[in-house]
């Protein structure tokens, strides 16, 4: 359904596949088979929750923050609407005419439009990648006093999106959740810092149990959570561990 007074793309479980790949999955690259170290060298930390993916003949950044400018993306995904996540000044260095941009509802609003409207449970395909939208929130890290960080209710995001045939776990800002004991990824992105998110022990707890070929830390730098806290999930998880350079 369109929703009123904005040009907002909103995409329900059911209709997102039909609705989103006739509307930008039109001339995709084919995808193109990889290994998880081809994919590796290909997606670059851009300091916090902040990457970019340039993998599958895309470029996909998610959650873009404190960027200095780089390759013009073909996708943007933005987990919630929180100002180190969400920043229309980063998003606007990258973004260009054809760039789709996906986020949740309380985001959208934010950002220029045009803008596809997700939800936790919406599965679709931007330019060829297939996309699922994970919950991601807290279960036990307040602002005050029964005041959750990130509240289930608020409808934020995680994502899981297919680039050369592997799949990458972008966690969002999220404590351990239930919804993570079906998430199966190649690569987990997952954050380690604490106080707004899941701790070091928590996040190698996560990682034991999704098992994924590799996972990073994030989370971490720009002035947000401690590189110390990077090192230690590496020392802590059962799956192999890289920490990418900040860049």
Request: charged share 20%; proline share 7%; net charge negative.
């Amino acid at each position: 359904m369109m929703m009123t007074g904005r040009r907002f793309r909103t995409i329900s479980i059911a209709g997102a596949f039909a609705i989103v790949q006739g509307l930008v999955s039109v001339g995709a690259a084919a995808p193109e088979d990889g290994s998880v170290e081809e994919v590796v060298s290909k997606i670059h930390w851009l300091g916090h929750d902040a990457f970019r993916i340039e993998a599958g003949g895309r470029v996909i950044y998610i959650d873009p923050w404190q960027i200095s400018g780089g390759p013009e993306a073909d996708i943007i995904l933005i987990t919630h609407d929180h100002r180190d996540h969400c920043s229309p000044e980063d998003v606007a260095k990258v973004r260009g005419k054809d760039t789709h941009v996906v986020t949740v509802k309380a985001a959208a609003s934010k950002l220029p439009l045009p803008v596809t409207v997700v939800k936790p449970g919406d599965s679709l395909t931007v330019e060829g990648v297939p996309v699922k939208v994970i919950p991601a929130y807290n279960m036990n890290k307040f602002r005050s006093p029964g005041v959750l960080f990130h509240p289930r209710e608020a409808g934020y995001a995680g994502y899981i999106l297919t680039v050369s045939g592997i799949t990458i776990y972008h966690a969002g800002d999220s404590d351990p959740i239930p919804e993570m004991a079906s998430v199966k990824a190649d690569i987990a992105l997952l954050p380690v810092s604490g106080i707004y998110v899941m701790t070091v022990e928590e996040a190698a707890t996560v990682a034991d149990q999704i098992g994924p070929r590799l996972a990073i830390p994030m989370h971490v730098g720009r002035g947000i959570g401690s590189m110390e806290d990077a090192e230690r999930f590496k020392q802590k998880a059962s799956v192999p561990v890289r920490i990418l350079p900040m860049e």
